[in-house]
């Protein structure tokens, strides 16, 4: 019968496009709008009341209105040709439209409801239905409805991503505290880094990647890939949304202490949604990680390095002691040219011996 649903999103700009799917930014100031017209109606002699409605939920027999435009009842000045927002439409939605009083038959009247891109959620992925009521011109001017109905495609786009970081080599795996420069760590130790995004409803394609610092100052990130990367699986939160956890390592290196204060070793992780969205996290919105890397003194390895900063002094002993000796014997066994590093502590000795000649 000539009765129109569209969709529309209106930009912030003031522009608007007509859209099939909706895709849910939580940044957007753009606004979505459901929008009814009644132009191309025909034998058209006058509206009495124009509807728009929803289908609240998947198994609802009856439709619910969003909003009605009433030409009926001249005694109620509130809704006498003027949209209303029904009773049921919640707080989030608006209405939008107005009615025709230069055509005698209000065939240029329109009604709609519109609402932030940024509050839909996939509970709004359901039917919409422009319904009216009108009368058909004479000699019988018989009353006739009319509807059409149009369901809508939502996607939520990823939203936050939050970081952890665990030093691998140290004697606890509790998370270290996060500051904008994470310190500190030294060559020989194994860091291992965590993302958890929010991936929105793309829970079957989408990625976080990992990108990492040049060595050579003012080169962009390139992509980084661990050999011992954990991929998560996605967790529904509820309402079609999702979140994944994804975790990669990597081991600290000479190279990376001789950095600059300018180039520090830096990783970043983001959020990509291949295909046609072909979509990923904005720069400003992505996690980093940026890492001071420093060389021991004595050039201990770290696993011994750790295991003296957490005995600590005991009787006033230096935590560790190195003891090169020409010759030993160490379980009734002579060792000559032998370097011993001794870890003390209140309740054992420790010691590492580095051998390079055995003397029967």
């Known amino acids: 019968n000539g009765l129109q649903i569209d969709f529309q999103q209106i930009l912030e700009d003031g522009g608007s496009q007509t859209i099939k799917q909706i895709q849910v930014d939580s940044s957007s100031t753009d606004k979505f709008q459901v929008m009814c017209r009644v132009n191309n109606v025909n034998q058209l002699f006058r509206i009495n009341t124009l509807r728009v409605q929803y289908k609240a939920s998947e198994n609802a027999q009856v439709l619910t209105d969003l909003a009605i435009l009433q030409n009926v009842d ?8 003027k949209p ?33 891109v940024s509050s839909i959620t996939c509970s709004n992925a359901v039917e919409y239905r422009c319904h009216i009521s009108y009368t058909k011109p004479g000699p019988d001017y018989s009353t006739e409805t009319g509807i059409i109905s149009k369901e809508l495609d939502v996607q939520v786009l990823p939203t936050t991503i939050t970081r952890q970081v665990y030093n691998m080599s140290a004697l606890s795996s509790l998370p270290i505290a996060l500051s904008d420069t994470i310190e500190p760590f030294h060559v020989g130790q194994t860091v291992k880094m965590e993302c958890s995004a929010n991936i929105g409803s793309f829970n079957d394609t989408a990625q976080i990647r990992w990108l990492k610092s040049n060595i050579v100052p003012g080169s962009p990130l390139a992509p980084y890939f661990s050999p011992d990367a954990v991929i ?17 390592t990597y081991n600290m290196t000479a190279q990376d202490a001789s950095r600059t204060a300018d180039n520090r070793l830096q990783f970043q992780c983001f959020v990509y949604i291949p295909g046609s969205i072909n979509w990923e996290t904005h720069v400003d919105q992505r996690q980093n990680f940026r890492f001071i890397v420093y060389i021991p003194e004595d050039g201990r390895s770290e696993s011994v390095a750790a295991v003296a900063a957490a005995a600590g002094p005991a009787d006033g002993l230096s935590p560790h002691r190195t003891t090169k000796l020409g010759s030993a014997t160490l379980n009734g066994v002579d060792v000559k040219a032998a370097n011993v590093f001794a870890v003390i502590s209140m309740t054992s000795i420790s010691v590492m011996v580095s051998l390079t000649k055995w003397i029967n």
């Open 74 to 81: 001249a005694a109620k000045p509130d809704t006498y040709q």
């Open 84 to 116: 209303v927002l029904a009773s049921g439409a919640g707080s989030s939605w608006t209405v939008v439209g107005s009615f025709d009083t230069t055509n005698s038959n209000g065939r240029d009247s329109t009604l709609g409801v519109s609402r932030p």
């Open 232 to 248: 998560g699986n996605p967790q529904s939160t509820g309402n079609c949304v999702y979140q994944q956890k994804d975790s990669v």
